[in-house]
C-alpha cells in the first residue's frame, strides 16, 4: 500500500510569483485535504476536496485555490505569493464515509518565498 | 480564536519516564480527537486517537485519557525512549461537513538517554 506522496519536496519563489503544489492520496482515499504548517505552529486547514469538489475551506484568501483529479490526487495552487506564505504545506488522505476521519499526512512541501 | 490549547509547550524527560501532555478544547460539536506525532522534516503521523464515548484508550505504550465534562484530554506515553523525541500535536475534529482537523500548538518531547 502506498502513502501520501507530495511534490516537489521544497521550493524557493520569489514574491508575487504563483506555485503549484502536487499529492496524491494513499490508496483507497478519496478525499484530500491540505494544511498550511508555519514554523513552531500546528498544521492550518486550508481546504479539503471530495469526489472533485471543494468540501470545506479554512480561512485563507482566494488565492489559495485546489484541484482534485478523478484518480483523487490533487493539487494546490497559490497566486501572488506572499512572505507570509512560507510554510510546510501538508497534504492528507482520508477514506470519506467511514465516519472516523482518520487522516494520513504526507512528507509536505517546504515553500519559501523570499 | 484558538479550539484547541495544548500543553506544556515543551517537555524533557529522561528514558523510561512518563510523558503527560494535556489538551483542551472548547468546541463541543467536536467528537473525535487524535494525536499526532512530527519528527523534523516530516509530516505529522497519526499516533492513537479517540472519540467520547470512552473514557479512555491504549495502543502499547501510549494511552489517551478523555475528560468530556471538562473538555479536556490527554496523552500518557509510557517508558520514554530517546526515539520519542519528537512534536506531538493534538487535534479535534467535528461531524459532518468537511471534518476538518483543528490542532494545538504542539509539544516538543525531548527524552534524554
Known amino acids: 500500500e502506498t502513502g501520501v506522496t507530495q511534490s516537489p519536496t521544497h521550493l524557493i519563489k520569489t514574491r508575487g510569483q504563483q506555485v503549484t503544489l502536487r499529492c496524491s492520496s494513499q490508496?483507497?482515499?478519496?478525499?484530500v485535504s491540505w494544511y498550511q504548517q508555519a514554523l513552531g505552529q500546528g498544521p492550518q486547514f486550508i481546504f479539503q476536496?471530495?469526489?472533485?469538489?471543494?468540501?470545506g475551506r479554512g480561512n485563507f484568501p482566494p488565492r489559495f485555490s485546489g484541484l482534485q483529479f478523478p484518480n483523487y490526487s490533487s493539487e494546490l495552487n497559490v497566486n501572488a505569493l506572499e512572505l507570509d506564505d512560507s510554510a510546510l504545506y501538508l497534504c492528507?488522505?482520508?477514506?470519506?464515509?467511514?465516519?472516523?476521519?482518520?487522516?494520513?499526512f504526507g512528507p509536505g512541501t517546504r515553500l519559501t518565498v523570499l | 480564536q484558538q479550539q484547541v490549547k495544548q500543553s506544556p509547550q515543551s517537555l524533557i524527560v529522561q528514558k523510561g519516564g512518563i510523558s503527560i501532555i494535556n489538551c483542551a478544547y472548547e468546541?463541543?460539536?467536536?467528537?473525535?480527537f487524535p494525536w499526532y506525532q512530527q519528527f523534523p522534516g516530516k509530516g505529522p503521523a497519526l499516533l492513537i486517537a479517540?472519540?467520547?464515548?470512552?473514557s479512555e484508550k491504549k495502543e502499547g505504550r501510549f494511552t489517551i485519557s478523555f475528560n468530556k465534562s471538562a473538555k479536556q484530554f490527554s496523552l500518557h506515553i509510557m517508558d520514554s525512549q530517546p526515539g520519542d523525541s519528537a512534536t506531538y500535536f493534538c487535534?479535534?475534529?467535528?461531524?459532518?461537513?468537511?471534518?476538518?482537523?483543528?490542532f494545538g500548538k504542539g509539544m516538543k518531547l525531548t527524552v534524554n538517554p
Open positions: 492528507a488522505s482520508s477514506p470519506q464515509g467511514t465516519g472516523y476521519n482518520e487522516q494520513f
Open positions: 490508496s483507497g482515499h478519496n478525499t
Open positions: 476536496y471530495y469526489r472533485e469538489e471543494e468540501n
Open positions: 468546541n463541543t460539536a467536536f467528537d473525535y
Open positions: 479517540i472519540r467520547p464515548d470512552v
Open positions: 487535534a479535534a475534529s467535528g461531524k459532518g461537513g468537511s471534518e476538518k482537523l483543528v
